[in-house]
């Protein structure tokens, strides 16, 4: 429907360098807060989101803010969602968050990793019908889960996660799931910081930049002169939350489950 281009190193970039630039404006983008495996919820928002898009002509865009995993078991569910074809007219874009990327590094090294499992991982492995030990817990040798877990995900799932890119660029929105460093251009972003960082410190930014995040749970969205967080903590709250910024208009639009 539009072109992405694609920002990262020359010749073998790794995967949690990826930088996406829209050329244009789509007619409207719809960014959707911390999912956290919560796919009944993603779902009931994704036809909230259809029901608004046929109203506006031209190409939509759908983009998921990051951690699309953790903490309920429907993580699988909702990767496998954001995989299949989009809806007509629109088309997804997820961004990598935290609970993405710990996933990515306890596949491949569950030994160093372990502290996903605490952070929600327990629940995602459950989606993958994964079995736990008899109190609830994966305890197995680090060796043993690492095999378990490279069966119980398929490859698709892995291959998409790694791929997932850490930051998209259209227009002065930027979007990502912790922070941006709203000063700087897209190639000096840095994935820890896109990923992991304070959003409170872009509040001193002067420019017209302006940020959509999630990863820290607020009870109402907050929108700042410079910034919009909307992550209000789907996996506890029951609301899941999108923003919609159209090509022609500023006003940010939310929709809510």
Known sequence: MFK????????????????LRLP????????IGDIHGRLDLLQKLEQQIIADGANIAGPKLIVSLGDLIDR?????????HFMSPAPKGFTRIAIRGNHEDMMI????????????????????LLSY???????????????????????????????????????????????AHATYELGLPLEQQTPSTLMWGDANDTDAYQGENFLIHGHVIVNEVEQHPNRINIDTGAYKT?????????????????FQT
């Open 129 to 175: 019908g994964l079995k736990p030990d008899a109190e609830g817990n994966f305890s197995a040798s680090p060796s043993k889960l690492s095999h378990m877990t490279e069966a119980a995900v398929p490859q698709e799932h892995q291959t998409f996660l790694k791929n997932l890119p850490v930051a998209l660029e259209v227009g002065r929105y930027r979007f």
């Open 24 to 31: 244009s404006m789509p007619a409207a983008i719809y960014a």
């Open 4 to 19: 992405l281009f694609r920002k990262s190193e020359p010749a073998e970039p790794k995967p949690d360098t990826k930088l």
């Open 72 to 80: 309920s078991t429907g993580s699988s569910g909702v990767i496998e």
């Open 105 to 124: 590094k306890f596949i491949k090294d569950p030994s160093d990793n372990m502290n996903w499992l605490v952070w929600g991982g327990t629940e995602t």
């Open 238 to 254: 029951g609301k899941l939350t999108a923003a919609r910024i159209l090509r022609d208009d500023d006003t940010i639009v939310l």
